[in-house]
């Protein structure tokens, strides 16, 4: 039953032909004086009131013995018994031979293509075509009425109307022809007339009668099903598909219109013949006034090389794609620079027929004049697109990787010119930020002379490495200590050692006094109170809490600091829970590190905690990030073994096979500070929030503590100056206000000001008060000292040979350390928190520390000061 078509009579006089799945719907018969006529089995005959277009009384589809002419035209094997029955049956099973045959080709690609037919009466004609359109796949509609027929058309909009121009007494066929044509419906439609057959006394009569008419073609009469086939396909190949390619042109040209880039079309001989709104507004020309003329009539800008018209057309010629900058005269004489991009059209005979060219503004400060002028002479119409442009170009978007020629552009020009495009939309999709910048450097080696494309490569050099945040060193005998610092600290490993791997244990039964533990913070020993009191100012002496405590400053200052911001509120859990957990974090520090211990987790705790205080850091962030930036603080450095990830991945250790030479000890910390909390309830602060909650803090801990891993050092800092320095600058100028959040709290701008606050917590060393700071580079020296004494007894490489204890200076090694990772972090981050006194007391250690070196005094303090 798929095959068969459903025929719709409606009471009009117009019977439609529709497919099987379209027939299912009810119908209702009304106003027909004569009932339907009987149905061929299989041929549904439906009346339909919905379609409301008079009819004369009697018409219907085709009739059962014009039905079994039909079948035996068509070739079917089964004999005709003279019922309907038989006829239609041999309808549907002629549908299935015709697509299984030699003539599978009759299947349109335009399955829904529409035929109309307008027929006084029906004849063996009308059947043809009718039965024509059956076999083609066609939908059939028959109107016996000019009146009817342009209504029909009106609703379907046919690609193909057939009319009966046979006989004049029944309606005049051109005058419904012309009626046709007069809608504007009607332009792309083929109109076939039917004309009779000339007699052989009389001459052919002219066509051109019918072609003025409105006509596309004349069909001789000929009510073969297959001559009426054969004429269907012939117009469907042809004519229906041109005009079905020139509707997609209008489309074509519409999206031109309404394109932001200038678009000039001209001839193979240079002739204009078409050019977009876009680039009448940049030329200041009206269309009229270039279509038709050739591009040598038009005026030359002197700014130009001589030779460029000739290299451009040498390359085009030759049918290839040029583009570069060039200059173009406007209408009022100004020169304006462009990039242009002309692409050769490729025709008939393989020959070149068109050249298309797509013209930007190149980002110059006389083109950001031009635009403005451009603007405010196109009237409101263009003033009111240019501010509907400005407010979208707020949009974070990327630039089209060929409209930039110049490198010295600044930030506003570059923002009036960001025009968008569907073809840059799809460029942002799958081209990287990277992938971007070089192709912009390798469009502008193409027009540059020679020194400057060298430039270029060396440019393009450096820029495919991986290393694009990590300042180049020069040789080590330069500064040896910062080119240690860098191998130490910015690598995961020289290589890898076979026999001589490192393990360490885990100090989880550390050797501390009898002081007991506080149940709340309300239970502090009274001398610890009373360090605490202090705990929200810079100056706090972290070390005269690690004599108190015995060391064991993590859990006493965790208590305080967790209190002050409501974490156990936060996190639904009692304060015993939390100072359970503080214990079990606390017990994992290994004591016997000289640095990594848990007074160091405490020191970047209170740092963290002082950030969070600052007013611009508090409104930028909301309290699940502050509950996670403290945890993430408090656990940073957890069961850290005194060694640097270099040194794991050198010796082969557990850890760094464990974790692939990547992020190792990072990796280790979050990894193993989560295995502590959850695997007992009686230390479980995660245990009453719901799923969502726990996975996003989660997720912020990790991540916080991963930045810390300094390998990416410099590129967290860079992507903080970039999304948050220089658009705060940008936004708060002139401002003297120091809370407003940045970016409204974009969630990729909270996780930035995340990272940079636990590396400069966690760095924060040189930031303290003199004397913290001379006891901290004290105690990472000594540090890296034992690590370097391990390396040289184990045959490892020595990853930092300047950290020897007989020769190291260590005021060398703290000004490599503040030259190369502080200052500029801290720049960053003091130009967002606003943290003066952190910077003074930056300035004043730098000073120490080069007294120190001037005076070749390799230790911690002058003589005089010991």
């Keep these: 039953m798929g095959c068969a078509p459903s025929i719709h009579v409606s009471q009009s006089g117009v019977i439609y032909c529709r497919d099987s799945d379209e027939s299912n719907s009810p119908h209702h018969t009304t106003g027909v004086s004569q009932g339907p006529e009987p149905p061929l089995p299989g041929l549904s005959v439906q009346t339909d009131a919905a379609d409301a277009i008079p009819r004369s009384r009697g018409s219907g589809p085709p009739s059962a013995a014009r039905v079994r002419r039909a079948r035996a035209e068509l070739g079917s094997s089964s004999s005709s018994s003279g019922s309907a029955a038989p006829a239609a049956t041999t309808c549907r099973g002629r549908r299935r031979h015709c697509c299984s045959s030699a003539e599978a080709e009759t299947q349109t690609i335009y399955s829904n293509l529409q035929v109309l037919l307008i027929f006084a009466k029906e004849d063996s004609q009308s059947d043809g075509f009718w039965w024509a359109c059956d076999r083609a796949g066609f939908r059939c509609n028959i109107a016996r009425t000019p009146e009817s027929a342009l209504e029909c058309f009106l609703d379907k909009h046919h690609e193909i109307i057939v009319i009966d121009h046979r006989q004049a007494r029944n309606f005049d066929a051109e005058a419904v022809c012309r009626s046709i044509r007069a809608t504007n419906l009607a332009e792309h439609t083929v109109i076939l007339a039917v004309v009779s057959q000339a007699s052989g006394d009389h001459e052919e009569a002219s066509v051109l009668p019918l072609l003025h008419a409105g006509f596309s073609r004349r069909f001789m009469e000929n009510s073969s099903i297959i001559a009426c086939y054969n004429e269907l396909i012939q117009i469907e190949h042809g004519e229906v598909r041109s005009q079905f390619k020139l509707r997609a042109c209008n489309s074509v040209f519409t999206a031109l219109d309404h394109c932001h880039e200038a678009i000039e079309i001209t001839s193979d001989e240079h002739v204009i013949q078409y050019v977009n709104p876009a680039f009448e507004r940049m030329m200041g020309y009206h269309k009229s006034e270039l279509l038709g003329k050739e591009l040598a009539e038009l005026p030359k800008s002197d700014k130009n ?59 110059t400060t006389d083109n950001n004049k031009q635009i403005h002028k ?134 989880v039964h550390q050797s501390h006094s009898h002081l007991a533990m506080p149940i709340t913070i309300n239970d502090v020993p009274p001398c610890i109170a009373q360090l605490l009191d202090n705990e929200e100012s810079w100056e706090f002496n972290i070390f005269e809490l690690e004599a108190v405590t015995h060391k064991r400053p993590l859990v006493y200052l ?58 611009r850091v508090k409104g930028s962030l909301d309290q699940l990030d502050e509950v ?36 190792v000890l990072e990796s280790h910390h979050t990894a193993l500070a989560f295995q502590l909390t959850v695997k007992d309830s009686k230390c479980n602060i995660f245990k009453n929030i719901d799923r969502n909650h726990y996975r996003t803090l989660r997720q912020a801990i990790i991540d916080m503590v991963l930045a810390t891993e300094m390998t990416k050092h410099f590129e967290h800092v860079n992507k903080f100056v970039n999304s948050i320095n220089k658009p705060m600058a940008a936004e708060n100028e002139g401002s003297d206000c120091e809370c407003n959040p940045i970016g409204k709290n974009f969630p990729e701008n909270q996780i930035l000001i995340k990272r940079m606050m636990i590396k400069c917590a966690d760095v924060a060393n040189p930031c303290r008060p003199l004397d913290l700071c001379i006891e901290w580079a004290g105690r990472i020296s000594e540090e890296y000292f034992a690590q370097t004494d391990e390396e040289k007894r184990q045959g490892l490489p020595v990853v930092m040979p300047v950290f020897d204890r007989n020769t190291c200076s260590i005021p060398k090694s703290q000004i490599s350390f503040i030259d190369y990772f502080i200052t500029d972090m801290f720049d960053a981050w003091d130009a967002f928190a606003h943290l003066p006194a952190l910077m003074q007391h930056l300035a004043n250690n730098y000073k120490h520390w080069k007294t120190l070196d001037d005076l070749k005094c390799k230790s911690l303090r002058l003589p005089s000061d010991s």
């Design 305 to 363: 090389r001589a030779d460029l018209l000739d290299t451009i057309n040498t390359c085009i010629r030759k049918g290839k794609e040029w583009q570069g900058v060039y200059y173009a005269k406007r209408k009022s004489g100004d020169s304006i620079q462009q990039h242009v991009k002309i692409t050769p059209v490729i025709g008939q005979g393989g020959k070149i027929r068109h050249f298309v060219s797509l013209k930007k503004l190149c980002c």
């Design 628 to 663: 996670a930036a403290l945890i993430a603080a408090t656990v940073h450095d957890v069961d850290h073994p005194g060694r640097t990830n270099s040194f794991l991945c050198n010796a082969g250790s557990e850890l760094a096979v464990l974790y692939n030479d990547t992020a």
């Design 558 to 615: 965790g208590l305080k600091v967790f209190s002050r911001f409501g974490v156990c509120e936060f996190l639904r859990c009692s304060e015993t829970t939390l100072r359970a957990w503080l214990q079990v974090i606390e017990a994992n520090y290994h004591s016997s590190n000289a640095y990594h211990n848990s007074t160091h987790a405490a020191d970047v705790l209170h740092a963290t905690a002082f950030f969070l205080g600052k007013e």
């Design 374 to 507: 451009i603007h405010r002479d196109s009237g409101d119409n263009s003033q009111t697109e240019s501010h509907s442009f400005r407010y979208k170009s707020r949009r974070r978007e990327s630039i089209d990787v060929k409209s930039i020629s110049s490198r010295g552009s600044d930030a506003p020009s570059l923002q009036n010119r960001r025009y968008p495009s569907m073809a840059r939309i799809h460029s942002m999709t799958i081209e990287a930020p990277i992938t971007k910048v070089i192709n912009i450097i390798n469009a502008a080696q193409e027009n540059s002379p020679v020194t400057v494309a060298e430039a270029l490569d060396r440019v393009l050099e450096i820029l495919r490495t991986t290393e694009l945040y990590s300042p180049q060193l020069g040789t080590k005998d330069e500064d040896p200590h910062t080119s240690d610092l860098v191998g130490g600290l910015m690598t995961d490993g020289l290589r890898r050692l076979s026999g001589n791997e490192y393990v360490f244990t885990k100090n």
